[in-house]
């Protein structure tokens, strides 16, 4: 990380390049705290599986705990939820909970290698622009935070709901 913020130093928002799965997924946890410190009422997250996010860790899913609340909201976008749901267990059973403030759209008229892999809020944005390398930016500019909600719509618009909380069956 290029500006390494953290918000448990009482920082803002944290800012500049990363590069490396390790960093990728630092940046998500930090992120995750800040929503929580800072009382984000609305994120966007958007990936192909979400398999490298840090969803399944504790600390991830006490900083979604510490965020969810009356006035929140949380938009899932993926290609395909399958992954995510066999391999995140913590963060199924947390959905499952707050399904009142989870919305989950497909977006499958994607090639999944297109995804934007990206979290957004109207105070921070993250896109990674290499989700093989996990190479990207978090940044606080209006402008590109603009530009990128403007794609996340996109595909908003173009997806349909997936990733319910709980099955029905016969």
């Known amino acids: 990380m290029n500006t390494p913020l953290s918000p448990s130093e009482g ?3 944290p800012a500049g390049a990363f590069s ?5 997924a630092d940046i998500i946890r930090r992120a995750l705290e800040c929503a ?3 009382g984000w009422t609305q994120m966007v997250w958007c ?5 490298d996010w840090p969803l399944g860790e504790r600390l991830a899913i006490d900083s979604l705990n510490a965020w969810a609340g009356s006035g929140r909201h949380l938009l899932l976008m993926a290609h395909d ?3 995510l749901i066999r391999h995140k267990p913590r963060f199924v059973s947390w959905r499952k909970t707050w399904d009142h403030i ?11 290698g297109d995804m934007p892999s990206a979290i957004w809020s109207p105070h921070w944005a993250m896109r990674r622009i290499d989700a093989t390398r996990c190479v990207g930016t978090a940044h606080l500019e209006p402008q590109r ?10 595909c908003y618009h173009q997806g349909s709901p ?3 909380a709980t099955t029905l069956g016969l």
């Open 36 to 38: 929580a410190q800072q």
């Open 47 to 51: 990936d192909a599986d979400y398999l």
């Open 20 to 24: 490396g799965p390790t960093e990728f």
């Open 81 to 83: 939820f399958d992954g």
């Open 102 to 112: 989870v919305e989950c759209r497909l977006c499958r008229h994607r090639d999944a």
């Open 162 to 164: 997936g990733f319910p």
């Open 11 to 13: 920082h803002a928002n």
């Open 145 to 154: 935070r603009v530009m990128l909600k403007e794609e996340l719509d996109e």
